[in-house]
């Protein structure tokens, strides 16, 4: 039963979204120690990913209608926070960045966003 529970949690936005959370995290922590950050530790990692993952899940559907401005402002906004949690430069924000993307594509491929960035892309892409 309990199984069951954790199962029907994980295929619900709210499972997506602490999924999407967690392999950011953890992926922006390896990236933090590939990119020789100062102190990559495991919370900072989390909390730049939970920034990063409720801007790049909710921000693009306030600014979708702008195009590739609205992914633009996504983008610069997580690079801010990464920058910003981690207290580094812009370049290494950028590096940790890539980690984080890949976390977000992984999902995709793997099929956890359930048609969610997908109708996202089109959405700011098509207005």
Known sequence: MLRMQ???FLRSPSGIYATSWILAGVLMWVGARVAGLPRPNFMRAEIAALGAT???????????????VGFA???CMTLWVIKEVFETSWGAALLV?????AAQFALVFIGWDRGVLQRGLIHTFLH
């Open 6 to 8: 954790f199962i029907q």
């Open 54 to 68: 409720l801007i790049i899940w909710i921000v693009p559907g306030f600014i979708g209608s702008f195009g590739l």
């Open 73 to 75: 402002a996504a983008l």
């Open 97 to 101: 960045w890539i980690f984080n993307a």
